[in-house]
């Protein structure tokens, strides 16, 4: 048992909470499209054929933006083949995948997913096989205003009002040997620069997003960055970053510090952004759009070229037990931590593979236990993100040496005078006795900050998991933190081994 303690005091932030933070994403893969979001014919299925089980939870999980076709589909997707009446839409095969892609979901019934489950859409345009003139062809597809060709074909079928989506991925994963149409980091540099100036002759107010690199262990990692934005730093406002955890070797002391590699990978995006601005003596951040991120055990999945072909086939569908949201919890803070520079982050994926949300084709839809740190995290970090003062023991890890014991942020709204503690502890068999010292916060004032609340996502059985059967079985229980009668301002909370934990706070009086 170690203690632990965090000091508060909103005269250190670090900036302000990114809604765009807690994005997600929708690719055409598995069963996240078909039999995720969208089931004609289902018994919750909308008069667009969108399962309404899929969107509350979408909604309660409290998603903000999603990410669209793809992913490595997106590297060999035809857009056109997703407009128009679904009768006439062509099968064709996904060679990312290895799939049957019926098109019966497209860009427009993405569009009017996206508006009822009210998150804005974020896409991207396939820079694998096809190029510059496809992307604009898209852009005047979705954003123009009717009188010419493409957006009038919008409105023929069906949307008249422009989509207006803001943000453009310029491609996914090229760096990566797998995707369709890789390429080298000047072939990229070049069709992104070509692309993005393109697509700023039709709108010079989009955000443009650059790949950036497909994992930190990328042999083309940091090169790869600095070769792009030295073409295309005036062009574009983010460059992406990609990452997914998994205990490898069964090492899972080094999995529960994942974040330690979220961390090093953003300052070093940023450094290598920071670098390109200061040869071209520019005072232009570039930020991080860190668009995939999530657990995902890639080492059960042999590879794209040794699947089947199928239609909406079970394709990653990992199942999340309680290690893996303390993780997940444990990663969301890091973004946090690093709101300065990190714009936007997705969760890849939205439903079934890798997600928080599980379906059944036909029948029930539940949470993953991953589920649950990402709703409470999107639904009470608001305002500004502190910088925390810890003090707490190290843990030692075979991947980054040793490392603190907990993983902390916070968040103060002074509009409402909320303050959010996201803590977990990444020890494995210490429990943190927390002394929480608000202090600073309040200049001393005993009465100014009162307990709301304090829920935690533990299980004595770390190896625990949601399923159809047992929906519920890992959920946000209470933990037992308490404020300290004498003086006030300090809250002591008993943090178990393998533990995420949000604990509320508000000025005064709760009512
Ligand atoms: O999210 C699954 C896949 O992971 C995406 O298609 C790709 O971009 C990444 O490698």
Redesign the pocket.
Known sequence: MGAATVRLDPAFAVGPVRPRIFGSFV?H?GRCVYTGIYEPGHPEADELGFREDVARFVRELGVTVVRYP????VSNYKWEDGVGPKADRPTQLDLAWRSVETNQVGTDDFMDWARGVGVEPMMAVNLGTRGVQEAIDLLLYCNAETGTSWPDRRAKNGHVEPHDVRVWCLG??MDGPWQMGHKTAEEYARVAEETARAMRRVDDTLELVACGS?NRGMPTFGTWERVVLERCFDLVDHISA?AYYEPVDGDVDSFLASGEDMHRFIESVVATADHVAAVKGSDKRIMVSFD?WNVWFQGRFHGESSLAIREAPELIEDVYDVTDAVVVGSLLITLLQHTDRVSMACQ??LVNV?APIATKPGGASWKQTIFHPFALTAQHARGTVLRPAVACDTVETKAFGPVDQLVVTATHDPETGDLAVFVVNRSRTETAELTLDVAAAVGGDPTAYTLVEHLQVHDDDTSATNTEAQPDRVVPRAGDAAVDGTHGTTLTATLPATSWHCIRLTEGTVQ
């Not at 793809?70 to 589909?73: D, E, K, R, V």
Request: no cysteine; proline share 0%.
């Open positions: 690719e893969m793809g992913g490595n589909f996914n994963e497909s990609h995939e890849a994926q890798i």
